[in-house]
């Protein structure tokens, strides 16, 4: 008998991430952008890529877009090729970060010409959310100030939460508005929406189709996220995550590669706090590959969110309850690591085959042929994405 009960491996079959689409595109640091054999040259491309990581692993049923990057001048037919490999078009994230007249800010701008350019900007967002069948508008600012002193803090939030009323009063039947937060850069003294704390209450004044979004890259060293997990979702308010890992700063790296443990944890809220068929939260990776192949990365980065997930399934809910009701405290510790230390990875390659899946993606990526192929035909293109 495997040990992922039926109940289990229904759970794990509902599993959905979305990929962000610029996960396929060149990335690097401030320091250099590395070009990558294979690389997608428009967001066509971008999507077959990510189908590839759904046709291995079935994990991955919709890519997030981000707005200029993915810009086409037709975007019913960008859903028609998503549509016909398998996928669909999930959120759609705005950009105010790569725009001069956004230096010293957007939706916080003190002039009101550039604070209505950038909620034109997200207006023209939900114009393509109504074309792509999108639902969520992912908004992250890059707005905030270097030195104490250079702005009047109180005032760049009023003028925030002004702004995005605008934005939010275009939003039509079920689409959201999500509102990341990140404690840190660009700007390097204060963030105009650094913590969940501020995104909660300006999400909050908004209404109830405005959510947070918790980038798990986004915190403080040492922050406890999977009690965030818990609080938001507690309020009602988690609207979706961005998954990645860090070692020192917002990395975007693989996740679960920097602290599995960490992923094990903050999985154990989510399926705690409604499961992971919860309607209200979107799954989502944010990450750059920098030096690895994209697709590859990608299909690793699934893996690891399964396979964390698997395991936080398997901890006895039970046994953990009455122990924690007993106030035996190595007995309950015990009961949580016993799921973590448990090796899943036979029980899923066995469950994935059973489903007519390849046991091992990530070999059968490789043995596909198709790495081979994006490399020899996309030669000379423009690059997509980050450091376009
Ligand atoms: C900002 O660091 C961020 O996490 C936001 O989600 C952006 O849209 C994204 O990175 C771009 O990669
Ligand atoms: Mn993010
Ligand atoms: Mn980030």
């Not at 604070?115 to 992250?140: F, N, P, V, Y």
């Not at 689409?175 to 390097?188: D, H, S, T």
Request: glycine share 8%; aromatic share 10%; hydrophobic share 40%.
């Amino acid at each position: 008998m495997s040990i992922l009960t039926p109940d289990i491996q229904s759970s794990l079959e509902a599993q959905g991430i979305e990929l962000p689409s610029w996960a396929f595109g060149n990335s690097g640091t401030r320091f250099k952008v590395y070009g990558t054999p294979g690389t997608p040259r428009d967001p066509f491309e971008k999507i077959a890529d990510a189908a590839e990581v759904n046709r291995v692993t079935a994990l991955a049923p919709s890519v997030a877009l981000h707005i200029p990057w993915d810009k086409v001048d037709d975007y019913a037919a960008l859903r028609a090729h998503a549509e016909d490999l398998g996928v669909s078009l999930g959120t759609i994230n705005s950009n105010t970060f790569q725009d001069d007249d956004y230096k010293f800010g957007a939706l916080t701008h003190l002039d009101p010409k550039v604070r209505q350019k950038a909620i034109d900007h997200h207006l023209e967002c939900i114009d393509i959310m109504d074309a792509t069948g999108s639902r969520d508008l992912k908004i992250w600012l890059a707005e905030g100030s270097n030195y104490p002193g250079q702005a009047d803090l109180r005032g760049r939030q009023d003028r925030l939460a002004e702004s995005l009323q605008k934005i939010y009063a275009r939003l039509s039947g079920e689409q959201r508005l999500v509102l990341e937060y990140k404690f840190f850069e660009p700007a390097f003294y204060h963030t105009d929406v650094p913590d969940w704390g501020t995104s909660y209450v300006q999400v909050a004044a908004l209404g109830e189709r405005a959510m947070v979004c918790l980038d798990t890259g986004h915190h403080a060293p040492g922050t406890n996220i999977e009690f965030i997990v818990m609080q938001l979702l507690r309020l009602g308010k988690l609207g979706s995550f961005d998954f990645n890992s860090r070692f020192y700063a917002d990395d975007d790296l693989i996740v679960g590669a920097a602290d599995p443990f960490q992923l094990f944890r903050i999985l154990f809220e989510v399926i705690r706090g409604g499961g992971l068929n919860n309607p209200d939260v979107a799954f989502m990776l944010d990450q750059c590959h920098n030096i690895e192949k994209k697709i590859p990365g990608q299909i690793r980065s699934v893996l690891n969110v399964q396979e964390m997930t698997a395991r936080a399934l398997l901890v006895d809910r039970a046994a953990l309850a009455a122990a924690q009701e007993a106030e035996d405290v190595l007995a309950a510790h015990a009961v949580f690591m016993d799921a973590f230390s448990t090796d899943v990875r036979p029980a899923l390659a066995e469950w994935r085959e059973s489903r007519g899946l390849p046991a091992d993606p990530m070999a059968a990526y490789a043995a596909s042929g198709y790495q081979e192929k994006i490399e020899a035909d996309r030669v000379g293109g423009v690059q997509a994405g980050w450091g376009a």
